[in-house]
Structures are given as structure tokens and as C-alpha cells.
């Protein structure tokens, strides 16, 4: 398994922009997907987007598209998630999660979470 480390949440107007940052450590880092998920209250967690760590692919959910992106760093071993045109919608904690590449969907390492709050 891997550590993670989340930072970068935040309070920001409707519009604005944030990146949160996911700093991984432990072995093999390059046979994941990493992931973030976010989770708002009273609903249930979601998938928001993924990166193959070996071959830089990615899936967005629908409803970010065209407003967020996911990145690696491979000298840094971390994964961005830079967020623009924010919505109050977006409010939520965001966690980092990492699933081994053979099994891509089974995300068993977690990160403590960083709180975004989007204001109206």
C-alpha cells in the first residue's frame, strides 16, 4: 500500500480556483491509479477523477469535465487536482485514494480528507 497526504482545501467564491495536492509515498508508486473522490454532506462519496500513474490516463466524472484536472508529478510522487470555475455544488471534502493498477477500482488507500467550501 501507499501513504497519502492531502492539501490545498479551502474557502472560495463561486468562480474561483483551487488545487488540491496529494503528496504519495511508499513503494512502487507507478503500479496505481490515484484518485479523487469527494464526499458532500448527506450524500454519498464520488468518484471525481482518476489518473494511471504509468500511463497518464484519465476519467473524469461527468459533471467536472471541462473544469477540473488531474495531474501527476512523478520527481515529486504527487497528484494534483486543479479545480476552476467553481460551484457551490463542488463544496465537499476531497479525498485522495489510491487502487493497485491490476485491480483499478478497488481503492484501498485513503488520504485524512481537505475541505473545500465554494461560497455563493
Known amino acids: 500500500q501507499v501513504q497519502l497526504v492531502e492539501s490545498g482545501g479551502g474557502l472560495v467564491q463561486t468562480g474561483g480556483s483551487l488545487r488540491l495536492s496529494c503528496a504519495v509515498s511508499g513503494r512502487s508508486v507507478w503500479l496505481y491509479t490515484l484518485g479523487w473522490f469527494r464526499q458532500a454532506p448527506e450524500k454519498e462519496r464520488e468518484s471525481v477523477a482518476t489518473i494511471n500513474w504509468s500511463d497518464g490516463s484519465t476519467y473524469y466524472a461527468d459533471s467536472v469535465k471541462g473544469r477540473f484536472t488531474i495531474s501527476r508529478d512523478n520527481a515529486k510522487n504527487t497528484v494534483y487536482l486543479q479545480m476552476n470555475s467553481l460551484k457551490p455544488e463542488d463544496t465537499a471534502v476531497y479525498y485522495c485514494?489510491?487502487?493497485?493498477?491490476?485491480?483499478?477500482?478497488?481503492?484501498?488507500?485513503w488520504g485524512q480528507g481537505t475541505q473545500v467550501t465554494v461560497s455563493s
Open positions: 485514494a489510491a487502487a493497485p493498477i491490476i485491480l483499478p477500482t478497488n481503492f484501498n488507500s
